[in-house]
């Protein structure tokens, strides 16, 4: 089984930035799509933004230009660089990974608080 291992998440002002990371262990497994979800008190979980083995991304409109996803394959670890960031962005970040063992799996990490004020 595939362990995700969140980190980066805190406190930060208006406008600023947090780089998260994600970090996947485990033997025998391709990971498939990474990506990162969020859910604020009261609501439910979305998606922020994901990326396939190939590079090719998806993004929650509400972070289209502010959010940068990026995957590094080598070391199983998935990136989400937060810009411009907005109190609305205040929520538990998620990882997630989409992994092939012998059959298709769907892990989730242990989340990391992300804080924004204003």
């Known amino acids: 089984q595939v362990q995700l291992v969140e980190s980066g998440g805190g406190l930060v002002q208006a406008g600023g930035s947090l780089r998260l990371s994600c970090a996947a262990s485990g033997s025998s497994f391709t990971i498939n799509v990474m990506g990162w979800y969020r859910q604020a008190p009261g609501k439910q979980r979305e998606l922020v933004a994901a990326i396939s083995s190939g590079g090719g991304t998806n993004y929650a409109d509400s972070v289209k230009g502010r959010f940068t996803i990026s995957r590094d394959n080598a070391k199983n670890t998935v990136y989400l660089e937060m810009n411009s960031l907005k109190p609305e962005d205040t929520a538990v970040y998620y990882c997630?990974?989409?992994?092939?063992?012998?059959?298709?799996?769907?892990?989730w990490g242990q989340g990391t608080q992300v804080t924004v004020s204003s």
């Open positions: 997630n990974a989409q992994y092939y063992s012998g059959r298709s799996y769907f892990q």
